[in-house]
């Protein structure tokens, strides 16, 4: 058994009545045992939280932590130039090793920035070395190698056969769902429309249902892309899901910027799940998704900053004040407050990944999922008579976080990492894009 009792905290408790108290967390093993007044129960581990604010852990519901490494390599291009001139050469040459660093990279700045849980498409290969990094540094994932079994100006070394695909995806599921008592759970990755067959949409359903686990993929992020679904479908691509049964609630579609009326109301009446990505749209320059319509219509909406390469962080701080911002120009300043940008970045990403029972807010029974703020400085002062929720959203960042517990476990102490080592992570990162950047001269089409 081992145990937490963090003292004297302004809590965060994101529960059905977004109560914020002040009081202690007494945690035992994975989870909130009890949250009250003066407790005093014995601890391994007493956290003095005087001053300090207590938050449910971020969770970003979009995440590929097989392109950390590809961080600045490239910026200011449009989607499919992205993916084709650099992306795609990039993810064609890793190995393993760099799935394993661009993983620990990725999840070093989520833990030292409060994310707790991803939804984390990796690429083609060594899905298993991603996974690897996910379980050593203690992360909440749900994660899948990607699946793309057709398409243009693909390198040959991530041109999938479609059963193979479907098989790996298999085989990683049971070897890595459900790892340490759920931590990890997979989820399948078809790429988006434009890289998957039929044949391997339709399988992913039917395994999505039989295996109880998600289906994460990109969809009408780009106005290219829907033209392209478009052209060999005839129709649009959130309307091309649902016609194939891929629309349902365990479906988590990242981006979702170019909807007609017709397919918001598609996603808010099957359950689907959008993981809106703020940063990555406007870098990619994507556009800027419908969120308060898609509100309108109640679907569920959560964030995510996508990959290194297209944000160029994995920042939750930055991806709600962006979310929050953004909308303001077109609908008006009362559009997307503070508290309905924090909801999305804690209990709705919760909610997205089928978890809401037991992640997401700070409740006693739930998972110790959480991150500890000290919110004492220049940036985010005053503080009198301010909700704290809007100091979060609109004034924090992500040095604001000190300390970051998932599962029960200090994964960060007092900004000092406990499962990653930062100097050989970040030499080793170096090592990596060096070697696949040697190769890429030689990625074969
Ligand atoms: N669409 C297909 N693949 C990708 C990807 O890797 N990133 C983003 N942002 N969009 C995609
Ligand atoms: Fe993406």
Same mark, same amino acid.
């Given at each position: ?159 999938? !056969?479609?059963?193979?695909? &479907?098989?790996?995806? /298999?085989? +990683?599921? @049971?070897?890595?769902? %459900?790892?340490?008592?759920? =931590? ?63 629309? !349902?609630?365990?479906?988590? &579609?990242?981006?979702? /910027?170019? +909807?007609? @009326?017709?397919?918001? %109301?598609?996603?808010?009446? =099957? ?175």
């Amino acid at each position: 058994m081992s145990s937490i009792l963090i003292k004297n905290a302004e809590i965060i408790t994101m529960n059905i009545n977004e109560e914020i108290i002040a009081g202690d967390i007494y945690i035992v093993d994975d989870r909130i045992r009890e949250i009250g007044q003066n407790l005093s129960h014995a601890a391994d581990k007493v956290i003095d939280a005087t001053g300090r604010t207590v938050i449910p852990g971020f969770i970003q519901t979009h995440i590929h932590l097989c392109q950390t490494l590809f961080r600045g390599q490239a910026d200011d291009l449009e989607l499919m130039d992205w993916l084709k001139q650099r992306i795609w050469p990039l993810e064609a040459s890793h190995d393993e090793e760099s799935i394993y660093y661009s993983a620990m990279l990725g999840i070093g700045e989520l833990i030292q920035s409060g994310t707790t849980t991803v939804v984390d498409m990796e690429t083609v290969h060594y899905t298993d070395f991603a996974f690897q990094a996910i379980a050593e540094s203690g992360i909440r994932a749900l994660a899948g190698k990607v699946m793309m079994d057709k398409g243009k100006e693909v390198p040959v070394r991530l041109r999938e !056969n479609t059963k193979e695909s &479907l098989q790996e995806s /298999v085989d +990683l599921l @049971e070897k890595w769902h %459900r790892y340490d008592d759920g =931590r990890i759970q997979y989820a399948f990755c078809p790429r988006f429309v434009v890289s998957c067959t039929k044949e391997l949409l339709t399988n992913v359903r039917d395994l999505s249902a039989t295996y109880k686990v998600c289906v994460h993929t990109h969809a009408s992020e780009n106005a290219n892309e829907i033209l392209l679904v478009e052209k060999e479908h005839g129709m649009r691509n959130v309307v091309y899901l649902d016609h194939i049964g891929l629309a !349902n609630e365990r479906l988590i &579609l990242a981006h979702c /910027v170019w +909807l007609d @009326e017709e397919e918001k %109301r598609i996603i808010a009446e =099957r359950g689907v799940k959008v993981s809106h990505c703020p940063g990555s749209n406007l870098k990619l320059a994507s556009g800027v998704a419908e969120v308060p319509s898609l509100l309108d219509h109640q679907a569920h909406v959560s964030l995510g900053a996508d990959g290194a390469p297209c944000n160029n962080n994995l920042d939750m701080f930055n991806e709600m004040r962006l979310a929050a911002i953004i909308q303001k120009p077109v609908h008006g300043p009362t559009a997307m407050n503070a508290r309905t940008v924090f909801r999305m970045a804690t209990i709705g990403g919760a909610r997205a990944v089928g978890m809401e029972k037991e992640i997401g807010s700070i409740e006693a029974g739930k998972k110790a999922d959480l991150a500890i703020l000290n919110l004492n400085d220049f940036h985010v002062y005053p503080s009198y008579d301010i909700d704290p929720i809007s100091r979060i959203v609109y004034s924090a960042t992500r040095a604001d976080v000190e300390s970051t517990i998932v599962n029960g476990k200090l994964l960060m102490d007092n900004r000092q990492l406990k499962t990653i080592d930062k100097a050989i992570i970040l030499k080793e990162s170096n090592f990596a894009i060096k070697r696949l950047m040697k190769k890429l001269e030689n990625v074969a089409f």
